[in-house]
Nanobody
Framework: QVQLVESGGGLVQPGGSLRLSCGAS????????MAWYRQAPGKQRELVAT???????NYADSVKGRFTISRDNANNTVDLQMNSPKPEETAVYYC???????????????WGQGTQVPVSS
């Protein structure tokens, strides 16, 4: 089994900074993609940022220039640096990973349990 565990959530003021971290553990040969999603109250889950094993990075337009995703392939971790968050970005932030568990095997998608990030003064 594979587990994703997020940390670093909590209250942040608008214009402040917060760093989320996620670590993957378990039966892992390779992680192809790691990403952060978020789900605001009453809204659908949306993609925030992705990072592939080949260092290809993409951001939602709404966070470009403010959020930074970084990945440590050796340690199977992914962070999300949130700078100048806005109140409307209050959400539960989820870590996501596409994992290959054995050589030649298929990819499996996993989610973390989510970490709450309220953005408020």
């Amino acid at each position: 089994q594979v587990q994703l565990v997020e940390s670093g959530g909590g209250l942040v003021q608008p214009g402040g900074s917060l760093r989320l971290s996620c670590g993957a553990s378990g039966s892992i040969v390779r992680i192809d993609t790691m990403a952060w999603y978020r789900q605001a109250p009453g809204k659908q889950r949306e993609l925030v940022a992705t990072a592939t094993s080949g260092s290809v990075i993409n951001y939602a337009d709404s966070v470009k220039g403010r959020f930074t995703i970084s990945r440590d392939n050796a340690n199977n971790t992914v962070d999300l640096q949130m700078n100048s968050p806005k109140p409307e970005e209050t959400a539960v932030y989820y870590c996501y990973a596409v994992v290959v568990k054995y050589l030649g095997g298929p990819s499996w998608a996993y989610w973390g349990q989510g970490t709450q990030v309220p953005v408020s003064s």
